[in-house]
T-cell receptor, first 115, second 113 residues
Framework: DTGVSQNPRHKITKRGQNVTFRCDPISEHNRLYWYRQTLGQGPEFLTYFQNEAQLEKSRLLSDRFSAERPKGSFSTLEIQRTEQGDSAMYLC?????????????FGPGTRLTVT | DQQVKQNSPSLSVQEGRISILNCDYTNSMFDYFLWYKKYPAEGPTFLISISSIKDKNEDGRFTVFLNKSAKHLSLHIVPSQPGDSAVYFCAASRKTSYDKVIFGPGTSLSVIP
């Protein structure tokens, strides 16, 4: 396994359109996370899954955002009615749940530009 | 409200010297801290972590120090190498929610040959 992959790497869309991103985690990892990163900031937590269950969502995740992980493997993040403020790098990470904390492995991200 | 702060946006160090990256946090409930490194066009890569029950953790050239009373941690890189040039993110989480990691804004380190 070569790590976490994300597709597409870049997406340019017009305001008001819907977009969907895909994340494929490391195969044995049961936890999957989505983050958003804007220029000059660190990644901001959006949501995470343990297997197929979405366990936590940030207040940053408005009702235009939805994430799924239907079979506990890959995940999709959909943004409906995109706004210019949605322009950012969307990062996916995965980990193997361990007591006492575990490191998260990040994918390369999907850069979204809303025009 | 930024719970994890990295007040130096950038740092330049000569090759072979020590790099010291600083991080402050405001939430006393944080008890697990991590450093990530990020190269352009790549996702962040885990570097080193420390639990609040320790005040130091070392991994090769990288050492993280934690001062809980000051809510401060630092990452030391000795000796610094040009390949260490990257953005370094400090991050923190709570025992009750290890998976919700809060990242600082990052410090861009340049190691000059």
């Amino acid at each position: 396994d070569t790590g976490v992959s994300q597709n597409p790497r870049h997406k340019i869309t017009k305001r008001g359109q819907n977009v969907t991103f895909r994340c494929d985690p490391i195969s044995e990892h049961n936890r999957l996370y989505w983050y958003r990163q804007t220029l000059g900031q660190g990644p901001e937590f959006l949501t995470y899954f343990q297997n197929e269950a979405q366990l936590e969502k940030s207040r940053l995740l408005s009702d235009r955002f939805s994430a799924e992980r239907p079979k506990g493997s890959f995940s999709t993040l959909e943004i409906q009615r995109t706004e210019q403020g949605d322009s950012a790098m969307y990062l996916c990470a995965s980990s193997l749940s361990l007591a006492g904390g575990s490191e998260q492995y990040f994918g390369p991200g999907t850069r979204l530009t809303v025009t | 409200d930024q719970q994890v702060k990295q007040n130096s946006p950038s740092l330049s160090v000569q090759e072979g010297r020590i790099s010291i990256l600083n991080c402050d946090y405001t939430n006393s409930m944080f008890d697990y801290f991590l450093w990530y490194k990020k190269y352009p066009a790549e996702g962040p890569t885990f570097l080193i972590s420390i639990s609040s029950i320790k005040d130091k953790n070392e991994d090769g050239r990288f050492t993280v120090f934690l001062n809980k009373s000051a809510k401060h941690l630092s990452l030391h890189i000795v000796p610094s190498q040009p390949g260490d040039s990257a953005v370094y993110f400090c991050a923190a989480s709570r025992k009750t929610s290890y998976d919700k990691v809060i990242f600082g804004p990052g410090t861009s380190l340049s190691v000059i040959p």
